[in-house]
């Protein structure tokens, strides 16, 4: 699996768009890009996936350019409980490649 | 509600004491995963299972052992646990068709 970089924390104001990129230098051809969101206490929920271009969904939005070696996860209008750790994660949707390799993600915190 | 079902939610063991970690699904998900999360370590993987009675070998196996007998449950096992087992266990599936994997909530396993 493709290794992921992300920022280790970021903060925000509520209102605000939050955008975080993560660097994926070596993903391959069959390689998706997802995105996971966890809050404290519980597990990770899935939030967006994309193969390119932009994909939008009703909670975030997922830039991926033309080369596809990074891609920025933008949060829209912030709240105080989108606080969250969101990780980024490349990998191949084939069964063989279903089993997803974490990093450290990136700590949000929204601030009133 | 559909989603996964872990038991114990926290426990605190002895060390050398066996322990079986429980994981149930109800969405008929062929592939079934364990994470474990260490403070500042993100998620690693223990054991995966693409489909009932095959398993395989994640991130960080040794100590640990699953079994996949049918398709909902997926236990974890810690045959004689030591205090660096200490961690937050989550258990996962999916369709294995895209990376919408569904986590459960977690047990927290003390081993003292």
């Known amino acids: 699996l493709a290794k992921t970089t992300q920022p280790i924390s970021m903060d925000s104001y509520e209102g605000q768009e939050v955008n975080i990129t993560c660097s994926h230098n070596?993903?391959?051809?069959?390689?998706?890009i997802t995105w996971y969101q966890q809050f404290p206490s519980q597990g990770p929920r899935f939030i967006i996936q994309?193969?390119?271009t932009k994909v939008t969904n009703e909670v975030a939005s997922l830039f991926i350019p033309a080369d596809r070696k990074s891609s920025t996860l933008s949060l829209p209008r912030v709240s105080l409980s989108d606080t969250a750790v969101y990780y980024c994660?490349?990998?191949?949707?084939?069964?063989?490649?279903?089993?997803?390799?974490f990093g450290g993600g990136t700590r949000v915190l929204v601030k009133p | 509600i559909a989603g996964i079902t872990q038991a114990p939610t926290s426990q605190i063991l002895a060390a050398g004491r066996r322990m079986t970690l429980r994981c149930t699904q109800d969405?008929?998900?062929?592939?079934m995963y364990w994470y474990r999360q260490d403070l500042g370590l993100g998620l690693r993987l223990i054991h995966y299972?693409?489909?009932?009675?095959?398993?395989g070998k994640g991130e960080v196996p040794d100590g640990y052992s699953v079994s996949r007998a049918n398709t909902d449950d997926f236990p974890l096992t810690l045959a004689s646990a030591v205090p660096s087992q200490t961690s937050v266990y989550f258990c996962?599936?999916?369709?294995?068709?895209?990376?919408?994997?569904?986590f459960g909530s977690g047990t927290r396993l003390t081993v003292v």
């Open positions: 994309g193969y390119k």
């Open positions: 996962a599936s999916s369709d294995g068709l895209n990376y919408g994997y569904t």
């Open positions: 299972s693409n489909t009932a009675g095959t398993t």
């Open positions: 070596n993903i391959a051809t069959n390689d998706y």
């Open positions: 994660l490349v990998g191949d949707l084939g069964p063989a490649g279903n089993k997803l390799t």
């Open positions: 969405m008929r998900h062929n592939a």
